[in-house]
């Protein structure tokens, strides 16, 4: 069985219904710990062979516009570390904590969405707070290689998955970019309407290919 981990009611509700008896969808919450927290629970209940983390995600990047589709085989939790007069301190660089996670799945052969959407492997960056400011973007993932998909479950859903030994993946749909803030260029529909027509393929491309 595959679970797939939703953050929010707002997203749940406008995600055609795949649930069958090999796939079950679920609300885990938004932010790091509530999803965490719903995942290793729903873990617990259901044993399922993968976690699919879906939703709507921030972009910096090149290849990808509103709408398309970031599948997240890596997942960092990004701002976890100290502020002090020198700055922010990540807890990465000073050694104090697993932040990373990367995907154990294969990603050959997985479905490109429907056109005009396109599909781009990338890198996950999971925060408490949205990076609504291009300068902190730039400081964050500057140096990144590649596009970054910024959420704020991935890591913990991953980190989660990690401490059952589930395999795990994210799929998130863009529905804006890492840039100054502003809501009117955000598009919440459109992502969803594209991830809606997007995850089924994928599923049952797991379905088929890794996860009976
Ligand atoms: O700034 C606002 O007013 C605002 C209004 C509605 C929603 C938000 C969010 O930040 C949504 C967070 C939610 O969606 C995911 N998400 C979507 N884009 C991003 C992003 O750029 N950075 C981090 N998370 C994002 C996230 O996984 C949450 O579940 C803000």
Known sequence: MILVAIASELEYRQLPSFEDD???????????????????????ELSPKLVVSAGIGGYLGLRLRIGDIAVVVDDF????????PGGFFHFDT?????CRWQTSLSTAGIPLPVEPFRVEFCRG???????????????RYGDWDGGVCESMEGAAIAQACAAAGVPWIGVRAISNYLEDRDMSRWDIPIAME??????????AFFQASQCR
């Open 125 to 139: 960056a999971t925060v408490s707070s949205t990076t609504g400011c291009q300068d902190l973007a730039r400081k």
């Open 94 to 98: 000073l050694g104090f904590m697993q």
């Open 194 to 203: 594209s991830l809606g027509s997007y995850l089924p393929q994928c599923l």
């Open 22 to 44: 090999t796939v079950h969808s679920a609300v885990v919450g938004v932010g790091k710990a509530a999803s965490a927290a719903a995942t290793t629970r729903l873990i617990q």
């Open 77 to 84: 939790l990004a701002d976890e570390g100290v502020y002090g």
